[in-house]
T-cell receptor, first 115, second 117 residues
Framework: DQQVKQNSPSLSVQEGRISILNCDYT??????FLWYKKYPAEGPTFLIS?????DKNEDGRFTVFLNKSAKHLSLHIVPSQPGDSAVYFC??????????????FGAGTILRVKS | DTGVSQDPRHKITKRGQNVTFRCDPI?????LYWYRQTLGQGPEFLTY????????KSRLLSDRFSAERPKGSFSTLEIQRTEQGDSAMYLC???????????????FGEGSRLTVL
């Protein structure tokens, strides 16, 4: 039962262009969504988040869009840089139920930014 | 502010042996989480503590798994009678219950990789 799905295992983008990573979810109780970035031999690190009451959140080069009706979110990175090459995990939380901030993660998308 | 520390980073063991992993969270973080990540998958929730109390356990945590956080500081995750299917990266994370973090923001350690032969 995959409640959070990242259907693209990998994505390759040219430096300077836009990277778009997608994520779909099935559980209507999810009300908070996050993106984590993971480099090899390191733990995941928090990147950006969005509450279900918003449809967009922006932080520098990173923007997350949420489409609640479609149960879909996406992460846009503009412009992409070689240092952005990493695995990106989409995660969701049902904070309204106080699940202790328990996160449900997708399988991840490997982003490669070519210089 | 040191990060989350996990030990050992890598453990190779034979099937049937017991293994124990240790996690030292960021100081003053009262919530501590254990996740498991297998190849090609995202982290999966195992259990979490608020201070010393274990508040939730996943169905993934079979009877062979036990986690403790005796004084509300460091935590241990023990796996008894290891099986090859236990081979995975075991990630520890921590956060404050209430703080300046985003609601789902967890601070992860580098993980402990278990290989069961």
């Amino acid at each position: 039962d995959q409640q959070v799905k990242q259907n693209s295992p990998s994505l390759s983008v040219q430096e300077g262009r836009i990277s778009i990573l997608n994520c779909d979810y099935t559980n209507s109780m999810f009300d908070y969504f996050l993106w984590y970035k993971k480099y090899p031999a390191e733990g995941p690190t928090f990147l950006i988040s969005i509450s279900s009451i918003k449809d967009k959140n922006e932080d520098g080069r990173f923007t997350v869009f949420l489409n609640k009706s479609a149960k879909h979110l996406s992460l846009h990175i503009v412009p992409s840089q070689p240092g952005d090459s990493a695995v990106y995990f989409c995660a969701a939380s049902a904070t309204v139920l106080e699940y202790g901030n328990k996160l449900v993660f997708g399988a991840g998308t490997i982003l490669r930014v070519k210089s | 502010d040191t990060g989350v520390s996990q030990d050992p980073r890598h453990k190779i063991t034979k099937r049937g042996q017991n293994v124990t992993f240790r996690c030292d969270p960021i100081s003053e973080h009262n919530r501590l989480y254990w996740y498991r990540q297998t190849l090609g998958q995202g982290p999966e929730f195992l259990t979490y503590f608020q201070n010393e109390a274990q508040l939730e356990k996943s169905r993934l945590l079979s009877d062979r798994f036990s986690a403790e956080r005796p004084k509300g500081s460091f935590s241990t995750l023990e796996i008894q009678r290891t099986e090859q299917g236990d081979s995975a990266m075991y990630l520890c994370a921590s956060r404050k219950k209430w703080g300046t973090h985003a609601p789902g923001e967890l601070f992860f350690g580098e993980g402990s990789r278990l290989t069961v032969l």
